[in-house]
């Protein structure tokens, strides 16, 4: 699922130095978990790699290594479980790989420039829903967000455009790196009982069609209502949105 407060986090950091490489990298790298190319595990899995190449500066071999521990937990997750079946571990993080490619064959920046307009649209017409029954000071926050999210779009079009090379080196070495993990033995393929989870899985997957899972045709809302819910709780009762 796609997780609005990276991509508010993102522009955050786009707008306190628009010429940070590093930040259009990471905010492309947000916005492709969304691609219907990747099927619902594999989109989970994308997003706690990205979240750390975003910490390690970029660099995919130690960030892989990092991030293994909650991808398993993540993979071994009931609801996941559910979706994945009989099927064993290695063979899903091969497959995974193989869509990441898939990926990074199918990636433009005109793509992710679309990609970053409709979500831009349906978060401003959520905006505008939620607006005249939240408090005000919570209308205020969303709407600074929603315009931050615009700013960035103005500026997007060489930026994105010189991050689509970056993202398809690094789509290609997670790709690598993940099937390097698919050939250990099965053992080393659970996770420890005390590794941290990254990501809980959203409890709407439980009634979820395997089936439709990759289906790209479901559209933008049904992936920011639980964003939204976090963003007001984490900013409005003593949390903080992610830097």
């Not at 500066?57 to 960030?63: D, L």
Request: aromatic share 4%.
């Amino acid at each position: 699922m796609l997780c609005l407060r990276d991509l508010i986090a993102n522009a955050k950091k786009i707008l306190e130095d628009a010429r940070n490489s590093l930040a259009w990298v990471a905010l492309v790298l947000t916005l492709i978990a969304l691609f219907p190319v990747l099927g619902a595990p594999a989109k989970g899995v994308a997003r706690i790699i990205f979240l750390y190449i975003r910490k390690f500066g970029g660099k995919v071999a130690p960030a892989v290594e990092a991030a293994m521990q909650p991808v398993l937990m993540f993979l071994r997750d009931p609801k996941v479980q559910r979706i994945l079946g009989t099927a064993q571990i290695d063979k899903v993080l091969k497959t995974i790989a193989t869509e990441l490619r898939s990926l990074k064959g199918q990636l433009t920046a005109a793509r992710v420039l679309a990609q970053l307009d409709e979500l831009i649209s349906a978060f401003k017409a959520m905006v505008a829903k939620l607006k005249v029954v939240l408090p005000q000071s919570q209308s205020a926050w969303l709407l600074q967000a929603l315009s931050e999210l615009e700013r960035v779009r103005l500026l997007a079009e060489k930026p994105i455009q010189e991050a689509i090379s970056p993202v398809q080196k690094i789509l290609d070495e997670v790709a690598a790196r993940l099937e390097l993990e698919a050939a250990k033995p099965q053992a080393a393929l659970h996770a420890p009982s005390n590794a941290k989870t990254v990501h809980s899985v959203p409890e709407s997957l439980h009634g979820i069609d395997p089936r439709n899972l990759s289906n790209g045709k479901k559209g933008l809302f049904g992936e920011i209502i639980s964003a939204f819910t976090w963003i007001l709780r984490q900013r409005f009762d003593g949390g903080a949105v992610m830097a």
